[in-house]
């Protein structure tokens, strides 16, 4: 994610700090569609078009679930390894092409996702489905895991459409994500002002005063 953002123009650790009240909510419930709304607010805050954020992040929530799909391909991995079941890369890639089908739609609810690891399994190596007994103690941190990716990964794919659909405000994006350096700049033109002002103001003085002479000699003649 942090390459995809370098080439769309932002910093993926300012985006995180952006979208820091979202992922704390989305930690206290392990469910991304809880921060659903209040993400969608904050894309159009960021610049991007009400239109997009309209159709990526709620279409990303089915069909953009990264977070899930890494869960269960690796988990996969895990349970052959610790039952020592040995996998072929094009079992490996059966297991990935399977895992991408099943994983959309599993946010729906909190913990889905390691029902759907069980069907997934099953369906390419059903000796490995008694090994998921390892993954069940552990499973409410993958599930915060698994959600914090999913929603991470909406957000920069909101963000990154936009771009491509010439949609995004890139002005109003780096006011957002770098409100010091904007502060520094309006900061910057104030004292310029403030500087112009006062050449301003000692030139008409010396104006003045230069008048003010002039007429003083005209007197005298």
Not at 15 to 21: K, N, T, V
Not at 149 to 166: K, Q, S
Not at 191 to 215: F, R, Y
Request: a negative charge.
């Amino acid at each position: 994610l942090g390459s995809v953002d370098a080439l769309a123009g932002f910093n993926i650790f300012r985006f995180l700090r952006y979208i820091g009240d979202e992922l704390l909510l989305v930690l206290a419930t392990s469910s991304s569609e809880s921060a659903l709304p209040s993400l969608m607010d904050k894309m159009e805050h960021l610049g991007c078009s009400r239109s997009v954020v309209g159709l990526v992040v709620p279409l990303g929530y089915s069909f953009n679930l990264d977070g899930t799909n890494i869960y269960m391909t690796l988990a996969a991995l895990f349970i052959a390894q610790a039952r020592d079941v040995p996998l072929s890369f094009l079992d490996q890639l059966k297991t990935l092409g399977v895992a991408m089908l099943t994983s959309k739609g599993a946010t729906g609810v909190t913990g889905s996702g390691f029902i759907v690891l069980a069907s997934t399994l099953a369906a390419t190596h059903p000796d490995l489905v008694p090994g998921m007994a390892i993954l069940l103690g552990i499973d409410k941190f993958m599930s915060e895991c698994r959600s914090l990716t999913n929603i991470i990964g909406n957000g920069v794919a909101c963000v990154v459409v936009a771009r491509w659909e010439n949609e995004l405000d890139r002005g109003k994006m780096q006011r957002v994500l770098f409100p010091k350096s904007r502060e520094a700049e309006a900061g910057k033109l104030e004292a310029e002002d403030t500087a112009h002002d006062v050449d301003c103001e000692v030139a008409a003085e010396e104006i003045g005063n230069s008048e003010s002479s002039d007429d003083f000699l005209a007197g005298q003649a």
